[in-house]
């Protein structure tokens, strides 16, 4: 017997340098640190009854062992990839496999930033993308999965 989507948690996971936020670049990136993004991502989320397993990793296929592990444990994924969305085809295939809704987010709007910052390769398998919001993109992307997973 395989549990019912939404009553699975969300799993946010977050890519590399992103365990710096508050201190690194706070002109691009805020001086929210990942403790509060946490706080304010398990809060949205609990607004929908909604739980959250938020994990962070420097390491790409630790990335690619946790979304392999969301097929079957987790009701969707909210991810911010930062720097492996411009380089990992492995983050992008494990998300195409996962078969659970998908949004991306990025904090920056990277299509205002460096040309190489301007392709994601994740995008091309995510159900949605917020780029540009802040940290609110995290809070918007839990409210498009949570409509998503009652869907």
Request: charged share 20%.
């Amino acid at each position: 017997m395989t549990t019912a989507p939404s009553a699975l948690p969300l799993l946010v996971l977050n890519g590399p340098n992103l365990n710096l936020l508050g201190t690194r670049e706070p002109e691009i990136y805020g001086s929210d640190t990942l403790d509060d993004v946490r706080s304010r991502t398990e809060a949205r989320a609990a607004g929908h009854g909604l739980a959250v397993d938020f994990r962070q990793s420097n390491h790409e296929g630790e990335l690619v062992d946790w979304i392999q592990e969301a097929r079957t444990s987790h009701a969707g994924i909210l991810i911010n990839p930062a720097a492996y969305s411009h380089t990992s085809v492995a983050i992008r295939d494990a998300l195409s496999a996962v078969g659970r809704p998908i949004v991306e987010v990025h904090i920056s709007n990277i299509h205002r930033r460096e040309p190489f910052r301007h392709h994601s390769h994740v995008s091309a398998v995510a159900d949605a993308v917020i780029a540009g919001a802040g940290v609110l993109g995290y809070e918007l992307g839990v409210d498009w999965l949570a409509a998503a997973v009652r869907r």
